[in-house]
């Protein structure tokens, strides 16, 4: 009963500290449709012999086998190609990743507008317009470097469709964490523009997220410092739109005026390391 208790609480304490929150972002992937079935054989009508008695087929010439040797000798053909590319591809392992890194820095109001900026003006239709979003993002995060004080940083890699799960959970649980009053993905925009800018004193946090998805393999998780998480924001800059599956850009508050406090931070972001 108590814990269940204490997980109410939590749970309020969590719903309460959520502030106004924004995002960015779109997936320019289309996954492979799955195999069709084939259908039927065809069916033809069998030809009535024009003459009495057993067809004879000699060895070496003579007689016509048909069709089924060739069918059969093609079939064949087909499945050790299709067995021989599913071992190569088992045995070259994972062939894309997922990387996700959050960053709590001191707010300042021009960051944020640098952001909303940033997300109004982005195009979230293509795959060059994504890249040109997450190196504008890590840019505005490179200059803000002295007011970092968080960080965490998650890389997941796998295939194609499991790390677009991968992607799609990071987004839902990014989205979760505020109440969201701006939002532009793959070409649709909404603002809540009936929300109010809760003002509190204490206040002075901005958490930014950044999430990918790509045809590459990002380098696995770092021991968190400052060169460590520069490293990190330059690689995820080094996507391309060749590479690029999906890219999200989140920050709370997205209101001017707003602030993370502290303990509303590392009630939301338990696992944010100090830097």
Request: hydrophobic share 45%; no cysteine; glycine share 10%.
């Amino acid at each position: 009963m108590r814990r269940l208790l204490w997980l109410l609480l939590v749970g309020l304490a969590l719903a309460l500290a959520q502030k106004s929150g924004g995002g960015v972002g779109g997936r320019p992937y289309t996954p492979s449709p799955p195999p069709m079935a084939p259908g039927p054989a065809p069916t033809f009508p069998t030809p009535v012999p024009t003459y009495p008695g057993p067809v004879v087929v000699y060895p070496g010439g003579g007689g016509s086998l048909g069709l089924m040797p060739v069918l059969v000798f093609f079939g064949l053909v087909v499945v050790a190609a299709l067995m021989v590319r599913g071992l190569r591809q088992a045995g070259e392992g994972p062939v894309a990743s997922a990387a996700r890194l959050r960053l709590a820095l001191l707010l300042r109001p021009e960051t944020q507008r640098a952001l909303r900026r940033l997300a109004e003006e982005a195009d979230t239709t293509s795959a060059k317009g994504l890249a040109d979003l997450v190196d504008e993002a890590v840019l505005i995060l490179l200059r803000e470097e002295p007011a970092w004080r968080f960080a965490t940083y998650e890389v997941k890699a796998g295939g194609e469709e499991e790390v677009m799960a991968r992607f799609d959970a990071w987004m839902v649980e990014e989205r979760s964490k505020y109440q969201e009053t701006f939002r532009h993905f793959e070409g649709k925009k909404r603002s809540e523009e009936s929300y109010r800018a809760q003002m509190e004193p204490g206040g002075r946090y901005l958490v930014v997220s950044l999430l990918l998805a790509e045809r590459r393999l990002h380098p696995p998780k770092p021991k968190l410092s400052r060169a460590a998480v520069r490293e990190a924001l330059l690689d995820l800059a080094g996507s391309s739109p060749y590479s690029l599956l999906a890219a999200y850009l989140s920050w709370t508050p997205e209101r001017e005026g707003e602030a993370l406090k502290e303990e509303e931070l590392l009630l939301l972001y338990p696992e944010l390391e100090k830097l």
